[in-house]
């Protein structure tokens, strides 16, 4: 007999409450225990809490959120956690089971759900569902960022003054993030505004910067991408005289050199422009792993590919040389 997915997660979320329970009593200041899920949201919880949360991410760099399934050590922190923030928008797929049961224990908040729906675009493959990669488009993670410090406030209503000057000094990187993005990306000759990744993760960054976006896989990395799709794309490089196409850190770079190969035997020639921060963030303690430098990157990188004009470090010149 075998036991279900179900109660094996019961099982271990009751051993590790038991000890969590122990450790949590008699810490009333210390600082609190946030687990996010994705990267993004561990910065935006960093920045907001200051001093007065320890951030834990689970996903680290390279890790992609859609297929990402929790592990004993992720479980046993979220159930030691005092707050377990997660994307919510279908992007954690594979976790939402695990959260839900969690979430009759655990403050767990869905954090990209604080963007209203009207500035949501719709899911290509699921009726009634949304594309969840909100953190592409600086303006709407600023919705997901204030989510983060009402959510902390609540918990630690002591500290909400300085969560809320936190969040204010974020909110104003963000904006001036977003300004450079906007000043950066108009560079960019309008008939080269065609970016191609290896998947969907582009869509809010196309709207709000006027860039049309093909991914070779959908919005979420769970299906292959058909063989037509591939014909498709080299086809639309090959008409458009598309010079680049771009790798992203998080997902394999198999389909995206099908394509090169494709146009090139098509006679175009089309190069990797970069890769790309699509759905994790960079390396722990560099500028790139940060939020702020994950889309300065990104930005950079997709400017000066393009025929655009950016400074190779980018907006404050700390970023490692661009492409
Ligand atoms: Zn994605």
Redesign the pocket.
């Known amino acids: 007999m075998r036991l279900s997915r179900r109660s094996l997660i019961a099982s271990a979320l009751t051993t590790a409450m038991a000890a969590a329970m122990a450790a949590r009593a008699g810490a009333a200041s210390a600082p609190l225990s946030v687990v996010a899920t994705t990267g993004m949201i561990a910065d935006a919880a960093r920045r907001v809490a200051g001093g007065e949360a320890e951030v834990r991410a689970l996903m680290g760099p390279g890790v992609?959120?859609?297929a990402y399934r929790q592990t004993r050590t992720d479980i046993a922190a979220m159930v030691r956690a005092d707050l377990v923030l997660w994307h919510g928008l279908y992007?954690e797929a594979q976790m939402e089971a695990f959260l839900a049961d969690l979430s009759r224990r655990t403050r767990v908040e869905p954090v990209a759900e604080a963007v209203p729906e009207e500035l949501l675009r719709a899911h290509d493959t699921y009726a009634g569902r949304f594309d969840?990669?909100v953190w592409m488009d600086p303006d709407l993670w600023a919705h997901v960022v204030l989510r983060v410090r009402d959510v902390l406030a609540e918990l630690r209503p002591e500290a909400a003054r300085t969560f809320a000057a936190n969040a204010e000094a974020h909110l104003a990187d963000l904006a001036r993030l977003s300004a450079y993005a906007r000043e950066t990306l108009a560079s960019v000759p309008e008939t080269a505004r065609v970016l191609v990744t290896a998947?969907?993760?582009f869509g809010y960054f196309g709207r709000a910067y006027g860039f049309e976006v093909m991914g070779i896989q959908g919005?979420?990395?769970e299906s292959e991408a058909g063989l037509n799709r591939i014909g498709e794309l080299v086809e639309l490089l090959v008409s458009r005289r598309i010079a680049a196409v771009f790798v992203e850190s998080?997902v394999s770079d198999r389909n995206v050199r099908a394509l090169i190969e494709g146009a090139a035997a098509r006679g175009h020639e089309v190069r990797i422009g970069g890769e790309l921060f699509?759905?994790a963030m960079g390396p722990p303690g560099t500028y790139e792993g940060t939020y702020v430098g994950m889309i300065d990157h990104n930005v950079t990188v997709i400017a000066r590919a393009l025929g655009g004009r950016a400074p190779a470090r980018g907006m404050d010149g700390l970023l490692e040389a661009a492409a």
């Open positions: 992609d959120p859609h992007l969840p990669h998947h969907d993760a919005i979420s990395t998080s699509s759905d």
